[in-house]
T-cell receptor, first 114, second 111 residues
Framework: EADIYQTPRYLVIGTGKKITLECSQT?????MYWYQQDPGMELHLIHY???????EKGDLSSESTVSRIRTEHFPLTLESARPSHTSQYLC?????????????FGSGTQLSVL | SQELEQSPQSLIVQEGKNLTINCTSS?????LYWYKQKYGEGLIFLMM?????EEKSHEKITAKLDEKKQQSSLHITASQPSHAGIYLC???????????FGKGITLSVRP
């Protein structure tokens, strides 16, 4: 069982609110990722990090931001939520090993912006 | 165009039947990963294939990699209701590329 946790599990919020999705892992993994997934669609990488103070944007443009102040914590923030941000957000982590992309996923946060 | 094509899009089988699903890449594969997802939840790692011709098995699930065809197949023997879910393939298609995913195949197993 993967030791990676996401909170909240579900979030319904009004347009314009600031939100932070939490992601924590206890495996000591250096690499962490945020994916966005809509029903029936592929996962899209929106942010990743190779370690503390390292953050990069992924393949899909996103208005969200991330931070990596501690190894185990990789929160995602939306400054002003919009209905277009409604989606499932999945956090993942992996060991920093060349050629190894075995990811451990959290259970996801289902975000609905009204 | 999509980098990873999974087929079929969905599948319904009777319990006890064998089945095969496929994942085809439009680019050279550096690694192929299979994950399973229950609806609305995170992904669970199943298997990783990195060499052409490689075949791995776990319980009743076997995955193979055909490097020349840039394709992987996942075979389930004697399917059970516990096998139901969404099967996603992920691939690394460049030396410094990140993992990209297909849309997934929804498998239903009728008791």
């Amino acid at each position: 069982e993967a030791d990676i946790y996401q909170t909240p599990r579900y979030l319904v919020i009004g347009t314009g609110k600031k939100i932070t999705l939490e992601c924590s892992q206890t495996m000591g993994h250096d690499k962490m990722y945020w994916y966005q997934q809509d029903p029936g669609m592929e996962l899209h990488l929106i942010h990743y990090s190779y370690g503390v103070n390292s953050t990069e944007k992924g393949d899909l443009s996103s208005e969200s931001t991330v931070s990596r102040i501690r190894t185990e914590h990789f929160p995602l923030t939306l400054e002003s939520a919009r209905p277009s941000h409604t989606s499932q957000y999945l956090c993942a982590s992996s060991e920093y090993q060349l050629g190894n992309e075995k990811l451990f996923f959290g259970s996801g946060t289902q975000l609905s912006v009204l | 165009s999509q980098e990873l094509e999974q087929s079929p899009q969905s599948l319904i089988v009777q319990e006890g039947k064998n089945l095969t699903i496929n994942c085809t890449s439009s680019k050279t594969l550096y690694g192929l990963y299979w994950y399973k997802q229950k609806y609305g939840e995170g992904l669970i790692f199943l298997m990783m294939l990195q060499k052409g011709g490689e075949e791995k098995s776990h319980e009743k699930i076997t995955a193979k990699l055909d490097e020349k065809k840039q394709q992987s197949s996942l075979h389930i023997t004697a399917s059970q209701p516990s096998h139901a879910g969404i099967y996603l393939c992920g691939a690394v298609t460049g030396a410094n590329s990140k993992l990209t995913f297909g849309k997934g195949i929804t498998l239903s197993v009728r008791p």
